[in-house]
């Protein structure tokens, strides 16, 4: 309370709004950024783990699907020809329809023996197609086109260079593999410089003895390709990587770096530039470190290298040829708490415009009323100085429209006279004042006249009739006044039975003269208030003239000199 003992007014009536605005505001946006950060919590492990989970689809979908390429080229149970050459046709039937199965990206599928012996079938597209062919133990192989799954062979070319499958290390795999299926390790693609890997398949024969190998090449730009076209958000990121850190794809950066020789080499998640890649990869190898087999979509939380937290989702994904891949999904927690954190700068922005704008509004309000109430307190020192016709323009239908109202009335009551109605003697000399106050302002001063008039006879009415009817004749006389004069006349009472009026422009004596003569004659009607038949009914008055500025240049000089010309003519009427 003593504050506010030192605030304006304007402070005090706007304050409370502010405090109240941003306070309200702080509450809102509190409130709203601690039930969003709740939702964001609940929601961006759902998010991340549901995005991990469709990488793991998509990878699966792409890697799996070498497997049936492989059951179509070589279906299970079926043992491999002696030589190539004489099982030709049937290699090129299912070879054919192995590269259909997942033509992108299974477009080759070969076949080596322990012979040195090679098939393959390489898919151009839906009808072309090229077949790499050695019948012989050793040698380059020879390439042929054809058209469609019979077609004829043509076009035989030669290769330069002797190709050995024996020595390949898809072969190797194969022959060396405990089980059936088996998948060689990662490598760049020499011409395609894409990371490639190789399914293979040892194949026996009727013996059931190990004869040759199976196997189909998988390009992997296209789990690459998929983490690229993956909706993260502006600093989230999505990788897959080997057991042993070489990065598979990812989202954004490269999975491949220059060597000192300017090639292609591998590049491991501990290499990587990007902080996030670096960070996350080590939180999950610790996740992972006792687990061997294949894990459902986890989720994580870890803090980075500057601290802020960072939500993370990962999985494993394992099959019986020997895949082992583990994919990572990270997002720092502040992007997911980005919209949370703008909406809460909204709020706050909100508040300080919508405490502003309350400022300003209410600066603007307070400024309307402060000025009315500054012209009613200035209207009022006025009146306390003695200026009861202190003007002012307050015009408003609200309270301080009614004290406005009030203090007119209070100036009227000021300057009127209780009884008649007409102005008091206060009103008079400060109206006469300010005429003649226009001296200064005009070349020449303006002529005006005072009368001052005095009843006849008015105690004998108030002895005979008694005061109530002498006021009722003092109310009468005043009304026939008012109805003699013109509107810028003024007409005043000045004292008991006196008035004086203010002829306010006059051109000349005779003028003045004919104003007061009128007067005389409506003052000297018979009286309409009392019994005007009794003897002390008697009416007129006596009625004295001043000219401004012959008989005085000032108001005391010429009430004087209208009030000696009153008693002059008084005395003149009773001789």
Not at 483 to 504: I, M, N, P, Q, W
Request: glycine residues 6%; aromatic residues 8%; neutral net charge.
């Amino acid at each position: 309370m003593k504050l506010f003992k030192f605030l304006s007014l304007r402070q005090m009536l706007t304050m409370p709004y502010i405090v109240l605005v941003l306070l309200l505001a702080a509450v809102i946006g509190g409130l709203s950024y601690s039930a969003g950060r709740v939702a964001v919590d609940t929601l961006s492990n759902q998010l991340l783990s549901e995005m991990v989970f469709r990488i793991a689809q998509a990878a699966e979908r792409h890697v799996f699907g070498a497997s049936a390429v492989l059951e179509t080229a070589f279906p299970s149970g079926v043992a491999a020809p002696d030589t190539i050459e004489d099982d030709i046709a049937n290699l090129r039937t299912r070879f054919w329809l192995a590269t259909s199965v997942h033509r992108d990206p299974n477009n080759y599928a070969y076949y080596g023996d322990r012979n040195g012996q090679f098939f393959g079938l390489w898919r151009h597209s839906d009808t072309e197609a090229e077949l790499r062919l050695r019948t012989s133990g050793e040698g380059p192989r020879t390439i042929y086109r054809f058209t469609g799954i019979d077609g004829k062979l043509r076009d035989a070319v030669r290769e330069t260079r002797i190709f050995e499958p024996r020595e390949r290390p898809w072969f190797k795999s194969g022959q060396s593999a405990p089980l059936s299926n088996t998948w060689t390790s990662v490598y760049i693609d020499f011409k395609t410089e894409e990371l490639v890997a190789t399914r293979a398949r040892r194949v026996n024969n009727v013996q059931g003895q190990f004869h040759g190998v199976v196997a189909t090449d998988l390009s992997l730009q296209r789990v690459n390709d998929f983490l690229g076209s993956l909706r993260l958000s502006a600093n989230g990121i999505a990788y897959v990587v080997e057991t042993d850190g070489n990065l598979i794809g990812t989202s954004r950066g490269p999975h491949l770096h220059k060597d000192a020789a300017g090639g292609n080499k591998r590049l491991n998640a501990e290499a990587s530039e990007d902080n996030l890649v670096v960070a996350s990869y080590r939180e999950i190898r610790k996740l992972l470190r006792h687990s061997t087999e294949a894990v459902h979509p986890q989720t994580a939380v870890f803090k980075a290298a500057d601290g802020q937290p960072v939500e993370a989702a990962y999985a494993r994904i394992q099959d019986a040829a020997g895949l082992d891949w583990i994919i990572v999904v990270a997002v720092p927690r502040s992007d997911f708490l980005y919209r949370v954190t703008e909406n809460f700068k909204s709020t706050v922005a909100v508040a300080l415009l919508a405490s502003l704008m309350t400022t300003v509004i209410g600066f603007m309000v307070l400024s309307v009323v402060a000025r009315d109430l500054k012209q009613l307190a200035e209207a009022a020192r006025k009146v306390g100085n003695g200026d009861l016709n202190a003007a002012f323009d307050v015009t408003r239908r609200d309270e301080i429209g009614d004290l406005a109202k009030s203090f007119r009335t209070m100036q009227t009551q000021l300057l009127s006279d209780r009884l008649t109605g007409l102005a008091n003697r206060e009103a008079f000399q400060r109206r006469v004042d300010e005429r003649l106050a226009m001296r200064n302002e005009l070349p020449e001063p303006r002529p005006f006249a005072i009368l001052f008039i005095d009843l006849n006879d008015f105690k004998n009415v108030n002895d005979h009739f008694g005061h109530d009817a002498g006021d009722r004749v003092l109310q009468e006389m005043a009304q026939r006044m008012l109805t003699g004069l013109r509107s810028r006349d003024l007409v005043a009472r000045y004292a008991g039975d006196e008035f004086v009026v203010l002829l306010d422009a006059v051109n000349n004596r005779q003028d003045a003269e004919s104003a007061r003569s009128n007067i005389e004659q409506l003052l000297g009607a018979p009286l309409q208030s009392i019994d005007s038949d009794a003897p002390a009914a008697t009416a007129g008055a006596s009625v004295g003239l001043a000219m401004y500025p012959e008989d005085g240049e000032d108001i005391e000089s010429l009430i004087r000199h209208s009030d000696a010309d009153m008693y002059r003519r008084k005395q003149s009427a009773a001789l």
